[in-house]
Nanobody, 117 residues
Framework: QVQLVESGGGLVQPGGSLRLSCAAS????????MGWYRQAPGKQRELVAR???????NYADSVKGRFTISRDNAKNTVYLQMNSLKPEDTAVYYC???????????WGQGTLVTVSS
């Protein structure tokens, strides 16, 4: 089973940038489809971006063109580069396994991103 630790959140001004990291343990990390999720206060958790083992990516319409998901399999790490941040991006951000479902882990604490002036 994969184990994941998110980091990199914080307070940022509108229009600013932030880079989130998700460090994974597990010998088969390189085959997992990984995803970044977020949950805003009072709202459901939503998928923000995903990346396959081959590097193919998908994004939610709300972040397309502003966020970039990437991975470094040698470091067992997936990243989320967030640019042109908006107040509506404020949320707790989580990473997890998209596929295979059997390799998903329990949702952890995530990392809080607050976009405010």
């Amino acid at each position: 089973q994969v184990q994941l630790v998110e980091s990199g959140g914080g307070l940022v001004q509108p229009g600013g940038s932030l880079r989130l990291s998700c460090a994974a343990s597990g010998s088969i990390f390189n085959i997992y489809v990984m995803g970044w999720y977020r949950q805003a206060p009072g709202k459901q958790r939503e998928l923000v971006a995903r990346i396959t083992s081959g590097g193919s990516t998908n994004y939610a319409d709300s972040v397309k063109g502003r966020f970039t998901i990437s991975r470094d399999n040698a470091k067992n790490t997936v990243y989320l580069q967030m640019n042109s941040l908006k107040p509506e991006d404020t949320a707790v951000y989580y990473c997890n396994v998209e596929f295979p479902p059997i390799s998903r882990v329990n949702w952890g604490q995530g990392t809080l991103v607050t976009v405010s002036s």
